[in-house]
């Protein structure tokens, strides 16, 4: 348990979680760039939003990921974007939560979102979330 | 109240308001960070999304959609049930269901081709040698808000087709009106 302990507050550990944790925020940013009106489908698909903001949040979020993953690997100001990936990882989380709970059976736009055949939202990506958010409060809160 | 009391009062203020962000900055130092880090992205975005061919509207198109780009808020046309029905009795216009292939089987608009959207990827080239670019196509969905055919109509006017033309309201309001089906053929309108 000490020794679990002792790996969250070690400064290379965490630099390594932030440059992987950036690493998937940049590369999960790129298609919902590119393609934002079929991001703004899977916003909409998973119902959690009130029909005006789906286009804001569509073009919005990917640009927070892209940026959130960048100051992560550059390591400047890395905390505050600890915090960031936090409030994403937990936003996905109650996003992929409540599709779940309610037998949503839509693709989950975590990655991709032109191959209209990507993962579909589940549980297995909820626990991914989870690890991601682990990784982004031990930034925040370790630094 | 004289006009170098005034003023004086105005520099209070301003000098209380920088000494209560400077208090906030100071006791959320992360959050406050976070915020500047989402107003750049933001920034960021919003230019790119403004030179961007395929960017799509803050809220929602004139005509009330989401998730439209701006360059194919005119081209993409939507129809009801009725307008299909006139096209159908035309024989003027090809329909496509895009739902899936076991409710497709269930039944579906007479002559209707099946090209299940949710395959849309291992089926895109296959979909593009047996619909010609030219022509009408109607295309239709679940009903609802009809998602899944408002995607295949983006991406056919993505790949060059002419009129790609999305019933509104779908199989939903094409059976709700009483139209034919392949089913029921011979079902007359209410």
Same mark, same amino acid.
């Given at each position: ?17 932030? @440059?992987? +944790? %950036?690493?998937?925020?940049?590369? !999960?940013? &790129? ?7 079929? #991001? ?31 100051? @992560?690997? +550059? %390591?400047?100001?890395?905390?505050? !974007?600890? &915090? ?7 936003? #996905? ?31 297995? @990506? ?18 | ?93 090809i329909?496509v ?16 081709v099946?090209i ?11 979909a593009t040698k047996r619909l010609p670019r030219?022509a009408?196509l ?18 056919l006017?993505?790949?060059?087709y002419?009129?790609p ?26």
């Amino acid at each position: 348990m000490r020794g679990i302990r002792q790996l969250f507050v070690n400064r290379v550990f965490l630099r390594i979680a932030g @440059l992987m +944790i %950036g690493g998937v925020l940049i590369y !999960a940013s &790129l298609d919902k760039i590119l393609h934002p009106d079929r #991001f703004a489908d899977v916003v909409h698909e998973y119902g959690m939003l009130p029909l005006l903001a789906v286009n804001s949040f569509a073009l919005a979020m990917p640009w927070v990921e892209m940026t959130t993953g960048i100051v @992560l690997i +550059i %390591g400047v100001w890395r905390r505050a !974007a600890g &915090l960031l990936a936090a409030a994403l990882s937990a936003a #996905f989380m109650i996003a992929i939560s409540q599709a779940q709970l309610r037998g949503l059976q839509i693709e989950c736009g975590c990655f991709t979102v032109s191959g209209m055949s990507a993962t579909e939202a589940s549980w297995s @990506l909820f626990g991914r979330d989870a690890l991601l958010l682990l990784g982004s409060v031990l930034i925040w809160r370790r630094g | 109240m004289t006009t170098g009391e005034e003023s004086a009062g105005a520099a209070e203020q301003a000098e209380a308001r920088v000494h209560t962000m400077a208090l906030i900055v100071g006791r959320f130092p992360h959050a406050c960070r976070a915020a500047v880090l989402v107003v750049f992205a933001l920034a960021i975005g919003a230019t790119y999304n403004a030179l961007n061919p395929l960017g799509i509207r803050w809220t929602r198109s004139p005509d009330g959609r989401i998730g439209i780009p701006r360059a194919f808020e005119q081209r993409l046309h939507e129809i009801a049930a009725p307008e299909a029905l006139k096209a159908l009795e035309a024989g003027d216009a090809i329909f496509v269901d895009s739902r899936d292939e076991k409710d497709y089987r269930k039944d579906h608009i007479p002559d209707a081709v099946n090209i299940p959207m949710r395959q849309w990827a291992e089926l895109e080239a296959d979909a593009t040698k047996r619909l010609p670019r030219d022509a009408k196509l109607v295309l239709y969905c679940y009903g609802g808000a009809c998602g899944l055919s408002t995607r295949m109509g983006k991406r056919l006017l993505e790949l060059n087709y002419q009129h790609p033309i999305v019933l509104r309201r779908g199989w939903a309001e094409w059976t709700e009106a009483g139209y034919p089906t392949a089913q029921k053929p011979r079902r007359k309108p209410k």
